[in-house]
């Protein structure tokens, strides 16, 4: 593999996982072989050395290691980020039961009744169908722009105080800013950014499908809403 300014020669660096330890870098990928820090002589090697003086700004000193890796994390696979959204759908479940009942209790009666009208012209032999509900589709979207709201509030409060939402934290996934090793919180703003735009995302058909497919074609394994925050999900 051709080195770049980005990557470090092959040997021995501060293992990324936080060990305290030293981890064999082949050039390429991390090795599985560690040992105490300093070796056999308790000082790197001179191209090593100087490698790591310059690059002492980076995080750890170093660029990121293996493919997949984030820091001391390894990037979340695209399953574990579907199991994350299946248990935030049942964690949404009762609140939007609730939003549902409070305000199309009286819309869904009217569409039923509206219904059985339409069945009993169609009986009858009439081509001529009873007048669609006047409100209806206002209340309909005033329901939907409301669990919208719910929805990125969710994604955003958890995601900044918390470090992701609860089927994330349940799947131990984490929301950090992309190339923050620290694997920190991403604030209010990048939160609120990536939130957001997630749920408006996911209520276009053909976008929300791209988005949700996003993390299977980049290196990264990032959304559409990841990349436009600046933030990768990582598995710890």
């Given at each position: 593999m051709s080195?770049?300014?980005?990557?470090p020669?092959?040997?021995w660096?501060?293992?990324?996982?936080?060990?305290?330890?030293?981890r064999?870098?082949?050039g390429?990928?991390w090795?599985?072989?560690t040992r105490?820090t300093?070796?056999?002589?308790g000082t790197?090697?001179?191209?090593?050395?100087?490698w790591?003086?310059?690059?002492?700004?980076?995080?750890y000193?170093y660029a990121?290691?293996?493919?997949g890796?984030?820091?001391?994390?390894?990037l979340?696979g695209?399953w574990?980020?579907v199991l994350?959204?299946?248990?935030?759908s049942?964690?949404l479940l009762?609140?939007?039961?609730?939003?549902?009942?409070?305000?199309?209790?009286?819309?869904?009666?009217?569409?039923?009744q509206?219904?059985y009208?339409?069945?009993a012209e169609?009986?009858?032999g009439?081509?001529t169908?009873?007048?669609?509900?006047?409100?209806?589709?206002?209340?309909y979207?005033?329901?939907?722009l409301?669990?919208?709201?719910l929805?990125a509030a969710?994604?955003?409060?958890?995601?900044?105080?918390a470090?992701?939402?609860?089927?994330?934290?349940?799947?131990?996934?984490?929301v950090?800013?992309e190339g923050?090793?620290?694997l920190g919180?991403i604030g209010?703003?990048t939160?609120?950014?990536?939130?957001?735009?997630?749920?408006?995302?996911?209520q276009?058909p053909v976008l929300?499908l791209?988005n949700?497919l996003m993390?299977?074609?980049?290196?990264?394994?990032?959304?559409l809403?990841d990349l436009?925050?600046?933030?990768?999900?990582v598995?710890k």
């Amino acid at each position: 593999m051709s080195q770049t300014s980005h990557q470090p020669p092959a040997g021995w660096y501060p293992d990324p996982a936080g060990s305290g330890d030293e981890r064999y870098w082949d050039g390429g990928t991390w090795s599985q072989v560690t040992r105490p820090t300093g070796g056999l002589h308790g000082t790197a090697q001179p191209q090593q050395a100087q490698w790591q003086q310059g690059h002492a700004q980076q995080p750890y000193g170093y660029a990121p290691g293996a493919a997949g890796t984030h820091g001391p994390a390894r990037l979340a696979g695209w399953w574990w980020r579907v199991l994350a959204s299946i248990v935030d759908s049942l964690v949404l479940l009762i609140p939007f039961a609730m939003v549902q009942s409070f305000l199309l209790g009286d819309a869904m009666v009217t569409l039923e009744q509206w219904s059985y009208d339409v069945l009993a012209e169609a009986e009858r032999g009439s081509t001529t169908l009873p007048a669609f509900p006047q409100g209806l589709l206002s209340d309909y979207f005033g329901y939907l722009l409301v669990v919208m709201a719910l929805t990125a509030a969710y994604r955003v409060v958890l995601v900044a105080t918390a470090g992701g939402t609860v089927g994330q934290l349940a799947c131990g996934l984490r929301v950090v800013r992309e190339g923050d090793h620290s694997l920190g919180r991403i604030g209010w703003g990048t939160s609120a950014v990536r939130g957001i735009l997630a749920v408006i995302l996911f209520q276009v058909p053909v976008l929300g499908l791209v988005n949700a497919l996003m993390p299977l074609f980049n290196r990264n394994r990032q959304t559409l809403h990841d990349l436009a925050a600046k933030t990768v999900v990582v598995k710890k």
